[in-house]
């Protein structure tokens, strides 16, 4: 007599461990009336064109465009009274050829306590306050070749040796409740726990009313004898049929400062939206850092087939100046400084 493996007992044989044990938790959890958990992700790859100082390179880029490539597991239980605690683990994939980008669930590991009228308090791996305005006041977010990261020295960690530009480990955050009249907020403290430049305190505060949104955040990290500081103001305001989108972010540490500032637009197109964005790099500080400076433009259309999946184009020129040397994707060749670097970008992006 055949005995048939269960599903679970196949993929595991299949899986990192990692995820099968995930996999495993979360079926385990589904089957009890108490939590609710849910599998969830985006797969975004597309083919890639870049160029910089007449080198050229052809890719199936890893980065992503409307969002990065990922895999996670979250889940809330109602503890009652309007209490609910609840998980989220997240990791980043690599689609192009199958693997696990990074080092487990490090896209964001958290497990929080929530009520409806005192707010979220959180722990673990998750992203600072001073992150979100970079991603939410851009047209573009973070990724792709329009992304307003790739002119933001030292991303995704910060200036100096510091690692909190866009997340932290070990930490405690707060969120305010809902309900507060559009006013939102969070603060975080991250322990370092014996790594240099890992330490963080700061916050974010901010205001919407659906069709504006405006928030400003602080943040600093102490590495070695000075403070790496991130101050940043945007916002955005929909006219309904054209969005504008502008952000101002600042960062510095002894020595090493950079400003960049950011104005874009989207506007709707029956299934789709135009997207379009100016974002400029100012750097400062000794050894010729007052030129190295950067200014990207770049267009693009996104097709939605439904509200989970869309094609889309996107293209971007980098005009570097002095020792600048940014790139519009991670399969970019080296730019040589203050030489031009663009891209173009076609893809398909499916949320599930």
């Not at 000075?226 to 929909?238: E, L």
Request: include cysteine.
């Amino acid at each position: 007599m055949r005995i048939t493996p269960h599903p679970f007992q196949r993929l595991h044989r299949r899986l990192p461990r990692t995820v099968a044990g995930a996999l495993c938790i979360a079926a385990s959890a589904s089957a009890t009336a108490q939590s609710s958990v849910q599998l969830f992700g985006t797969l975004d790859m597309n083919l890639t064109y870049s160029k910089s100082d007449g080198r050229s390179v052809k890719s199936m880029d890893q980065g992503g465009n409307i969002f990065p490539s990922r895999l996670g597991f979250r889940g809330t239980e109602d503890l009652g009274g309007g209490l609910a605690a609840s998980f989220w683990l997240e990791m980043a994939l690599l689609p192009d050829t199958g693997e696990i980008q990074g080092t487990g669930f490090h896209r964001r590991s958290t497990v929080s306590l929530s009520h409806n009228s005192f707010g979220e308090l959180r722990l673990g791996r998750d992203y600072t306050p001073t992150f979100w305005n970079i991603s939410q006041f851009s047209p573009f977010g973070t990724v792709g070749v329009g992304g307003s990261a790739n002119i933001i020295e030292g991303w995704p960690f910060g200036l100096g040796g510091a690692r909190t530009l866009a997340r932290a480990n070990n930490s405690v955050g707060y969120f305010l409740p809902k309900g507060l009249g559009g006013f939102y907020g969070q603060a975080m403290y991250a322990l370092p726990e014996g790594e240099d430049g890992a330490r963080y305190r700061g916050g974010r505060v901010g205001w919407s009313n659906g069709t504006a949104d405006i928030a400003l955040a602080y943040g600093v990290t102490p590495v070695g004898p000075n403070d790496y500081r991130v101050a940043s103001i945007g916002g955005t305001y929909d006219f309904g049929l054209v969005k504008l989108y502008a952000n101002y972010y600042h960062q510095k540490t002894e020595g090493d400062k950079q400003v960049n500032t950011l104005l874009g637009v989207s506007v709707p197109v029956g299934p789709g939206v135009i997207k379009a964005s100016v974002a400029r790099s100012n750097r400062s500080g000794p050894g010729g850092l007052d030129n190295d400076d950067a200014t990207q433009y770049a267009v693009g259309y996104v097709h939605y087939l439904s509200k989970r999946t869309a094609l889309y184009g996107t293209y971007s020129l980098v005009r570097n100046r002095g020792n600048a040397a940014y790139v519009v994707a991670d399969s970019s060749p080296a730019s040589t400084p203050g030489r031009p670097a663009r891209g173009l970008q076609f893809g398909i992006s499916h949320n599930f």
